[in-house]
């Protein structure tokens, strides 16, 4: 009876992995599916990113698809900043740590940030669209 006891928590422990693998599993598929209509794109815990031609379409991943969509053109984009800590970061010296953000400011005076656990991915994005705005 007792070591049937000290093996409940190990089984409660199981399945709750094994529920949270398959929800991150569930998340992933969504948006390969999502992705699937972009020349680019990117997956991240927080967000995701598209690009198709000149228009970038971020939301959050969840495992029933992605919500709360936006899209914008890079035409109507004033200026491309790189946050650590809600800090202006320089692309050519980055911090270790942090998680970093993509703040898009568009001419309607709006920002839209889109946030990503990986400061040197951000970075990638960040010359890649400015490469594009140019």
Known sequence: MERGLLWLPLLVLFFWLAWSGKKEYDKVQAYQAWAEQFDKSKYDIY????????????????????????????????????????????VDNLPEKGEATLQFSLKENQTIDVPFTDINIASQWLKYLKKLII
């Not at 919500?67 to 946050?83: I, V």
Request: hydrophobic content about 35%; overall charge positive.
């Open 47 to 90: 967000s995701v990113l598209g690009k198709k031609g000149d228009l970038i379409t971020i939301g959050i991943p969840t495992n029933q698809g992605i919500k709360e969509q936006k899209t914008f053109s890079l035409q109507n984009l004033s200026q491309l900043n790189l946050l650590v800590k809600n800090q202006v970061v320089d």
